[in-house]
């Protein structure tokens, strides 16, 4: 049986620019069983937590016939395709390539949802919007779409939470990048999917200790990680983002290559509750982060409503 696999994976490897690259190795991986009639059973076991787009394509079939497969899983493991032979007298040949990135493209974002800022009730912090792709900053980088991000400027360290409920994909240090002054820094990222198919990034390179996993369930309020104050004394830096997977159409010769010519992450700016009101967020302005029933339960059934009313009745 011949069998060739050329697994070609996109990925999110820079903090600031979410870009679609290629790598050899990725998170869903393919095996095959056969039964005592020839049918073979292609299946997949994903390694990681959240939603991947994946595609899977045949690019040499014998005696049997498949589209390939295509479209979204989440689930950790699971059938993707059975191929049944045409002459059950002989054998089925066979080889695929596949492509893949997190994410479930073109999601209904639901435009309702509030945000609460990422800080406990109480705390007053400065916020800057940064919509300019800086070349210095992020050379060999092609800008996404409607690309922003909200740097959050604290005096003193403190605890980063969740400011919306949803599941917690990734916890990792991402590559380096060079900030404003030059220097490199190495961000901590804490990267949550929302039930809508959208994604907060919660990156700082002052995040020394984490209180959550990949699989964690998150609620508005919830402990991510600590920001710790630096030996020199600065001002402590969050950088927020949320995006979701933007996908084109693919053509029949392309079909089963995700690139940045057919893929890409639209990135939106999200309404908070502040101490100033239900709003965007405005450059150089300080907020005050408030938490209220209305952000917790807004994604919340009656049962977990109830759930978490007896779990704070104290």
């Known amino acids: 049986m011949e069998n060739r696999f050329r697994i070609i994976v996109v990925a999110f490897l820079s903090i600031f620019c979410t870009c679609l690259l290629f790598?050899?190795?990725?998170?869903?991986?393919?095996?095959?069983?056969?039964?005592?009639?020839?049918s073979v059973f292609i299946k997949y076991r994903k390694s990681k937590p959240g939603s991947y787009f994946f595609i899977l394509t045949f690019d040499h079939l014998h005696n049997t016939?498949?589209?390939g497969y295509k479209g979204v899983i989440k689930d950790?493991?699971?059938?993707?395709?059975?191929?049944k032979p045409e002459d059950r007298y002989k054998g089925i040949n066979f080889s695929y390539k596949t492509s893949s990135t997190r994410?479930?493209?073109?999601?209904?974002?639901d435009s309702s949802i509030i945000y609460s800022l990422p800080f406990r009730p109480g705390l007053n912090v400065g916020v800057e919007v940064i919509e300019d792709f800086e070349e210095k900053t992020y050379k060999d980088k092609i800008q996404p779409k409607d690309w922003q991000i909200l740097h959050f400027?604290?005096?003193?360290?403190?605890?980063?939470v969740a400011s919306r409920k949803g599941m917690v994909v990734a916890v990792e240090n991402q590559n380096n990048y060079n900030?404003?002054?030059?220097?490199?820094?190495?961000?901590r990222d804490i990267l949550v999917e929302h039930e809508d198919g959208t994604f907060a990034s919660y990156a700082s390179n002052a995040i020394t200790h984490t209180?959550?996993?990949p699989g964690d369930k998150v609620f508005p309020g919830t402990p991510l990680g600590l920001l710790e104050n630096s030996e020199e004394g600065d001002p402590i830096d969050l950088y927020f983002k949320t995006y979701y997977l933007i996908?084109?159409?693919?053509?029949?010769?392309?079909?089963?290559?995700?690139s940045n010519t057919n893929a890409e992450y639209q990135y939106f700016s999200p309404t908070f509750q502040t101490s100033k009101g239900t709003m965007k967020l405005e450059n150089n302005q300080e907020y005050g982060a408030e938490m209220s029933n209305i952000i917790i339960f807004q994604e919340l059934s009656k049962r977990d409503q109830r759930k978490w009313m007896k779990e704070h009745a104290n």
Do not use: A, H
């Not at 950790?76 to 191929?83: E, I």
């Not at 994410?103 to 974002?109: C, F, Q, R």
């Open 23 to 38: 790598s050899q190795q990725g998170p869903i991986k393919i095996s095959y069983d056969k039964n005592k009639s020839g």
């Open 65 to 67: 016939y498949s589209s």
């Open 76 to 83: 950790p493991f699971g059938k993707l395709v059975t191929l």
């Open 103 to 109: 994410g479930i493209p073109n999601p209904s974002v």
């Open 153 to 160: 400027k604290l005096p003193d360290g403190d605890t980063v």
């Open 179 to 187: 900030d404003r002054s030059g220097s490199s820094v190495e961000p």
């Open 211 to 213: 209180f959550v996993e």
């Open 247 to 258: 996908l084109k159409s693919l053509d029949d010769k392309n079909e089963s290559i995700l």
